[in-house]
């Protein structure tokens, strides 16, 4: 309640010039008449009321007391304002009276600003929202009852970490997502930002197709990569097509790139532009244009009439022109030089042609005849000798291996003895020969003879005749049936062998022998030969060879009939990269090892590197190698010259199997660079730091931090501690803390930072160092990478903090000294500010901390003993001092 009313009261109750002489009302009335008046009693806040006939003073609304001798005000508050005024209110008493105030956030009903309970008025809930921008940008404005609070929107979050409550502003930053997610086998694309909204697209990695998955990912408002689950698959073409009358020279391998090539098997040959086909991205084998067409080739070659000759072709095509080459060479039996020599072409359409010889007579003669056109052919020979008319004539050569001739006219039923002189063999078995001499008498005109001749040989027959010795060479090759060969001979697994017997031994046991030459065309010096008997009664037998990979083989098989069937095959058996690349280790982040091949540990492997290493943090760094190693050992090792925070693709290649092998490896960081750093001392509570960026040479910078520490706790301090304490810390009196952090891209070259400056960065708040304290201030670099972190840490300045607070003195007697410094204050003052306007501040160089005592000393000099002198003066006056 008010002292006013009882200060009133005070003074008219006082007696007093004017007062003390005049009676009260009452008392005059009182004197005047003799019956007592009570209405007149009543007291100057009561009225007279009449109660039962009687009249009572009743103390005014808003009053408590008796009525006559006091009435005192009431303080209706006292009751609760959420009771007298309602809810969102607070009361307010007056003299006789009170009044109602809604709350900050709250109006009245009636618009006015105050009010009373029994007016109907109550107090509503201001939306402050409605105010446009009054969160700020990137702020959403929540109303709340009395209040409002300020959150950012969707995509941002509060700089400090926490919401703003009842503020004009709120500081709100983007939400980043940092550096997206790596996916197997898969690359991202290039992206400008990482903040709220960015978009990256992943993209497979070469030799590598999308299987299913989206390829974008999306910054999420919880910052966060979301949505891509891409899986990438290698490329695989599969089997590649057949081609008929063809072999694939293939590695086995189905991946992007891969190449098959078609040979084509004996009696073929290919026609087309590209012998090759080559795995595509669109997975599939490219498609082949050529064909192998069947070999023209010449059999069944005849003598006839002495000097003609006649032979088939084949494949039958009606109509097919031919270009043949006839090699005529002749020789005679007393002469050693060629008598005759010709060269000449020939074409025929006829699938049996003939052609007559203009040879002379007495002369033996050699006619190679051979293909040119459409595709060459292994040429064939025939013997043809031109006897004169008392010699044998139209020697011919029928059922593979007989033959017949003609005697001289005139010796007709006269015995003559003819010398068979036969000479075989087998091209690709250079020791196989067959000689055999055998007499023959006759006395027919037109004899003839069948000889014992092996199917599939190459032989030369000389006839000599016994009466003149005369001597007729006679090539044959007898063919062989179809029912006696080895039927639909082929390989598979690489190294098997299988095959169908004739029809006419079936069940029957059939012993084989199998001879195996194996060779290689990088190892000159290499050989390999195996000779075994496989025996069997199977109707389709089988049988898989002990072969080394990287050669080629020749196997002969033939029969223990007497037949003497056999059938040539050719293996090349293809290294395979596991064969050769076997237990691929990295091991000490840069080294390599392997085993090698057992079957080639004798020969001398070179192998050929190509490295390149990228970084994604630094588009810019491309590092690349290329080098040989040449070694024995069954288990090569090597280490490799790799920078560190790098991804690497080596390439490992051995040109003599053109085989290859790729391999990813990952290098960790080390530690960051850091810049020289000049040790400083200051003597100022709030000191300048400058920051420069660092060379992310080995690794990506991730953060800056700097760090407070007490001097004391310097020798103690570990920069690979990352549980550096903040502020509020509860250890923060005791132990240092992190007075700000940087994100590496949010540091500027020359950029400066004062330390205690009651801001947030980052996560950490720059707090105030304390009076009378001297601190350590370190510089940390923090490098983040696969999960590792590394950092630097250098000492960058050494604060000696000066306590502004002394106990003041009592100023009795120090009147005249403080005039005299108050004089001498302000006579610096213009010196200083002429001197700061003119003298130039040299500048600061890489984290120095800016002393306002060391930049006056620098600028001014002896001036500064009188200013500290002042200052000193100053502070026992009581006086603080800041100005500088």
């Not at 309602?86 to 109602?100: A, L, R, V």
């Not at 000479?423 to 250079?430: I, M, S, T």
């Not at 030969?529 to 496989?534: A, G, I, L, N």
Request: charged share 20%.
């Amino acid at each position: 309640m008010s002292l006013l009313p009882w200060l009133w009261l005070w003074l008219w109750l006082w007696p007093g010039p004017g007062l003390s002489g005049r009676p009260a009302r009452g008392q005059r009335d009182a004197t005047n008449r003799s019956i007592p008046d009570v209405c007149a009693t009543c007291h100057i806040h009561a009225t007279c009321h009449q109660k039962e006939g009687k009249n009572v003073c009743i103390c005014n609304y808003g009053f408590v007391g008796n009525g006559r001798t006091y009435c005192q005000d009431k303080d209706e508050c006292q009751i609760g304002a959420s009771k007298i005024c309602g809810e969102y209110t607070s009361c307010h008493n007056t003299y006789g009276s009170f009044f109602c105030v809604c709350l900050d956030g709250y109006r009245p009903s009636n618009n006015n600003r105050t009010f009373i309970p029994n007016d109907g008025t109550y107090c509503t809930d201001i939306d402050e929202c409605e105010v446009s921008g009054l969160c700020g940008h990137a702020g959403q404005c929540v109303n709340t009852f009395g209040s409002y609070k300020c959150n950012c929107i969707e995509g941002y979050r509060p700089e400090n970490g926490t919401e703003y409550f009842n503020s004009s502003k709120i500081s709100c930053r983007p939400v980043d997502c940092g550096v997206p997610p790596s996916i197997q086998k898969a690359y991202s694309a290039p992206l400008s930002r990482t903040t709220y909204r960015s978009k990256v697209v992943y993209i497979c990695m070469d030799g590598y197709v999308m299987e299913n998955g989206n390829q974008t990912a999306v910054c999420s408002a919880t910052g966060q990569w979301e949505g891509a689950d891409l899986v990438c698959k290698e490329i695989d073409c599969g089997r590649p097509f057949w081609i008929p009358h063809t072999e694939m020279i293939w590695d086995k391998s189905t991946a992007l790139g891969s190449r098959v090539y078609y040979r084509c098997i004996e009696g073929y040959y290919f026609n087309g532009d590209r012998n090759f086909s080559e795995c595509t991205i669109s997975q599939k084998w490219e498609n082949i244009t050529g064909v192998c067409k069947v070999k023209t080739a010449i059999s069944n070659v005849s003598v006839f009439n002495q000097t003609c000759v006649r032979w088939e072709r084949s494949p039958r095509e009606v109509g097919l022109k031919v270009v043949y080459l006839f090699h005529i060479q002749g020789h005679r039996w007393h002469q050693k030089e060629i008598f005759h020599e010709r060269l000449f072409n020939f074409t025929a359409a006829e699938e049996a042609p003939e052609t007559c010889l203009d040879l002379p007579v007495g002369t033996n003669y050699t006619v190679n005849i051979a293909i040119i056109f459409p595709e060459p052919s292994v040429p064939v020979t025939v013997m043809i000798h031109t006897a004169e008319e008392d010699r044998f004539s139209n020697v011919s050569v029928f059922n593979g291996t007989c033959l017949k001739w003609r005697r001289h006219f005139g010796r007709a039923g006269v015995e003559e003895t003819y010398l068979f002189h036969i000479q075989g063999r087998q091209g690709y078995l250079e020791e196989f020969s067959h000689e055999v001499m055998i007499n023959f008498t006759t006395e027919k005109e037109n004899p003839e003879v069948c000889l014992p001749l092996h199917l599939g040989s190459n032989y030369t027959i000389s006839i000599t005749e016994g009466s003149t010795k005369f001597v007729l060479q006679i090539p044959i090759i007898p063919p062989v049936a179809e029912e006696e060969l080895l039927i639909n001979v082929s390989i598979f697994n690489g190294t098997c062998v299988k095959w169908q017997r004739k029809a006419s031994r079936a069940e029957v046991e059939e012993t084989y022998t199998f001879r195996v030459l194996g060779q290689r065309w990088f190892q000159k010096e290499f050989s390999y030969e195996m000779t075994f008997d496989f025996t069997t009664a199977e109707a389709n037998p089988e049988v898989c060879l002990d072969l080394n990979s990287g050669t080629n083989y020749i196997v002969n098989i033939t029969t223990a009939s007497s037949t003497e069937i056999s059938a040539l095959i050719t293996i090349a058996v293809q290294a395979e990269v596991k064969e050769v690349f076997s237990d691929m280790l990295i091991f000490n982040d840069t080294c390599l090892k392997w085993r090698r091949n057992i079957k080639r540990t004798d020969i001398e492997e070179r192998y050929l590197f190509h490295i390149r290493g990228r970084r994604w943090y630094q588009q810019e760094f491309f590092h690349e190698m290329t080098f040989n190693l040449t070694t024995y050992k069954l288990a090569p090792e090597i280490c490799l010259d790799l920078q560190p925070g790098t991804n690497y693709s080596v390439n490992i290649s051995i040109t003599a199997l053109a085989l290859s092998v790729l391999v990813s490896m990952t290098t960790e960081i080390t530690d960051p660079l850091f810049p020289e750093v000049k040790l400083v001392t200051l003597q100022s509570p709030a000191p300048l730091l400058r920051l420069w960026k660092v060379d992310d040479r080995n690794g990506p910078i991730s953060f800056y931090q700097v760090i407070v520490l007490p001097s004391d706790l310097q020798s103690q301090f570990v920069c690979n501690s990352l549980a550096a304490a903040t502020f509020f810390s509860n250890a923060t009196d005791a132990a240092g803390y992190v007075a700000a952090e940087f994100l590496a891209k949010d540091v500027a070259d020359n950029m400066s930072i004062t330390l205690g400056d009651r801001h947030y960065y980052g996560k950490f708040y720059n707090a105030p160092l304390k009076h009378g304290r001297d601190y350590c201030i370190v510089l940390r670099i923090i490098s983040e990478w696969n999960k590792v972190k590394t950092q630097s840490c250098a000492v960058c300045a050494q604060i000696k903090n000066i306590s502004p607070t002394l106990e003041p003195l009592t100023a009795v007697g120090l009147g005249s000294v403080a005039s005299v410094c108050f004089i001498l204050f302000l006579s610096f003052s213009a010196a200083r500010f002429f001197l700061y306007r003119t003298v130039p501040v040299p500048p600061t160089t890489l984290a120095i901390g800016v002393s306002s005592y060391e930049t006056a000393e620098r600028l001014y000099g002896s001036a500064v003993p009188s200013v500290c002198l002042f200052q000193s003066m100053l502070l026992l006056l009581g006086v603080t001092s800041t100005f500088l």
